[in-house]
Every structure is written in C-alpha cells, then in structure tokens.
C-alpha cells in the first residue's frame, strides 16, 4: 500500500464517515480493502469487519460511542494518530524495518516517567523502587523522535503515577501532535485544568485503575481513592473527553470487579 496516498484517502473519508458513522463505517471498510492492494493490513481489516459485522458487539458499540461521548475534535485525532498514523502509516513501516533488521520492532511503546507516586497501594511493585527515579523530558522526547523513525506512533506511560509529570506528558503530547499517547494512571490527579488541557492538546487518554465499589478501591488504594477516581471521570465524561479503566482481579473483588465497571458504563450515558 501507498502510505502516503492511503493516509490522505483516508483523511478525507474521515468528513464521509462523521456524517453518518453506523451507515457508512461498512463502506469505509470496502474502500480500505481496494487501498489495500498488497494485503499488508489484512489481519487488521479482518479484525475489523468481524467487529462491525455484529451489532450487538461491545467493540462495536465502543467504536460508536466515540459520535456520542466524545469531543468531535478529540475524536477527529484519535482518528488521525491511532488509525491513519499508527496503523496505516506506521504498520507497513514497522514490517519493513523488522526485515531489515531481522528484529521486532514494537507497534507500541510503554515507558515509566517516574517511580514517584502519590498512594502507597498494597502489593503495587512500584512501591519498591521508591520515588526518587525518573526519566528526564529530553530523554521521554528522545524515545519518541525514535520511535516515530520506526513507525511508531502510539505511547503508553506507566510508573509510579504518571501524571505526577503532567506538565511534561502534556509538553510531549503537544510537541508530537502526531502521536496518540495514554497512561495507566490512578486519576486522584485529574482535575479541572487537567482536563482542560487534554481537551486542548486532543491526543491523550487515560486509563484509571480501579478495583471494584468504594470498600475493594479503598482496601488496596487507601481511603478516599473511589471517590477521587469517579469524580474524575465525571470531570472527563462532563468535558466529552474518552478514558478507559484499568482494573486488577484479586480473590477481593472478583465478584464486584464486573459489576462497577457495568455501572460506570450506565452512568456514562452509553446504552
């Protein structure tokens, strides 16, 4: 495929797509297909129309939550950064340089900014390293400028608590505009002016550890976390901005673990 030539079609598809996503995903989906002349994304083709094949899918469901629930600009560079930049452009290069290489080369990349945190959560192995250890901006950027050489387009922070370095994950997210960036994060640190930076920089999305209702998040996170952790993610669904949860089984919570993330859904407006 013509890397360059597919990520315009697409671009302009995307205006055709917004107008009536349910109606017209399943002809984007035939255009991919004639793009796709060499076969380089058919696994990914595949995955995807088996998704959209059935309505009744969650995946699908997801995928059309994202006209409702989310930031029209938010959405417009998810689909710039995570389907044109991370897969169409990124995918075919990626393969190119495993075989030139002969080694892998990651679809994605996860670093730790810090092992600094602002909870002590039982059986956390962050804990261990204590919070003296982080990575510099210019190196975190470095990894990137790199990445991206490679076809890489897509960053996930872990730790510690990534956003103790929210102004420089907010530096980064800004200066590699063409990137989708996420984070494993405990969300006590999301709050109003945070959220209205990821509204302004469009390319960052967080994933919020929780471990159940108030008394399993409580048990493992320290007292008070659950009520932090919804009220940022009311702050985010208030603002249209996407996140996604983070959740760890234990013998604790296996039986709540399902049902606050069922309920989270609800509250969130989505069918």
Known sequence: ?????????????????????????????????????????????????????????????????????VDPGVRKAFFKN?????????????????AEKNCNIPWAILMDPTSACNLKCTGCWAAEYGNRLSMSYETLDSIIRQGKAMGVFFYLYSGGEPLIRKKDILRLCEKHNDCTFAAFTNGTLIDEAFADEMLRVKNFFPAISIEGFEAETDSRRGQGTYQAVVRAMEILKRKKLAFGTSCCYTSHNVDSIGKVCLVLHLHSGRG
């Open 82 to 98: 995570f389907i044109v930049n991370a897969s169409v452009i990124g995918w075919p290069k990626q393969e190119k340089l495993r």
């Open 1 to 69: 495929m013509n890397s360059q030539i597919s990520s315009i079609a697409l671009k302009l598809a995307y205006s055709y797509l917004d107008s009536d996503p349910e109606k017209n995903i399943p002809k984007l989906m035939r255009w991919v297909d004639r793009l796709d002349k060499k076969n380089e994304m058919k696994g990914q083709r595949e995955a995807v129309r088996k998704v959209i094949g059935d309505k009744d899918n969650n995946w699908y469901k997801l995928i059309l939550s994202m006209w409702d629930d």
